[in-house]
């Protein structure tokens, strides 16, 4: 079964920084893409970050481009997304997802709070 | 950026119901398009990628068709588990964006 597990969200000061982890288990990790998925409180889905197997191809939204930086760690089963100068607008729960057929499962997801 | 417009935003309907949800690309994706449903408080589900494929474990009541810019999500006979909102979402092209979401309510 595949299981992923989101940590490190919280609340933060606009400006400031924040890095999500997540472990993934049940699949062979190291073979899938995986993504960030966020949904801001009473909002709609946005996807946010899209990382090939090995790492050569990392794709983002607009809105977080040079501010976000999605990595892995294959030996370690594990996926990260680091966010810099964080905004109000980026307020939300952050999904981590594999993305093998579009995003075919989702952590239970972590709640960022950015607010002075 | 493709957007995605789904219709209607909300939708009322009885179990049982046959419903059918709309959702336009504003360009062709060929048939790269994928449907969720999310319960309040959850995460979301995929149901069906690649336009028509349902994901394994999924009833057969769903069903999806379309390619290019016009798709639609069928739920043959609603259930009390339906009751959901849903979107759908496209990944032809980056960045990958989502239709603005369905609410499924009960009538």
């Known amino acids: 079964e595949v299981q992923l597990v989101e940590s490190g969200g919280g609340l933060v000061q606009p400006g400031g920084s924040l890095r999500l982890s997540c472990a993934a288990s049940?699949?062979?990790?190291?073979?899938?893409?995986m993504s960030w998925v966020r949904q801001p409180p009473g909002k709609g889905l946005e996807w946010v970050a899209n990382?090939?197997?090995?790492?050569?191809?990392?794709y983002y939204m607009d809105s977080v481009k040079g501010r976000f930086t999605i990595s892995r760690d294959n030996a370690k089963n594990s996926l990260y997304l680091q966010m810099n100068s964080l905004r109000a607008e980026d307020t939300a729960v952050y999904y981590c997802?594999?993305?093998?057929?579009?995003?075919?499962?989702w952590g239970q997801g972590t709640l960022v709070t950015v607010s002075s | 950026d493709i957007h995605m417009t789904q219709s209607p935003s909300t939708l009322s309907a009885s179990v049982g119901d046959r419903v059918t949800i709309t959702c336009r690309a504003s360009?062709?994706?060929?048939?790269?398009l994928a449907w969720y449903h999310q319960k309040p408080g959850k995460a979301p589900k995929l149901l069906i990628y690649?336009?028509?494929s349902l994901e394994s474990g999924v009833p057969s009541r769903f069903s999806g068709s379309g390619s290019g810019t016009e798709f639609t999500l069928t739920i043959s006979s609603l259930q009390p588990d339906d009751f959901a909102t849903y979107y759908c979402q496209q990944y032809n092209s980056y960045p990958w964006t989502f239709g603005q979401g369905t609410k499924v309510e009960i009538k």
């Open positions: 049940g699949f062979t990790f190291s073979s899938s893409w």
């Open positions: 990382m090939k197997q090995e790492g050569s191809e990392k």
């Open positions: 997802a594999k993305s093998q057929r579009a995003v075919d499962s």
């Open positions: 690649k336009a028509s």
């Open positions: 360009q062709s994706i060929n048939s790269w």
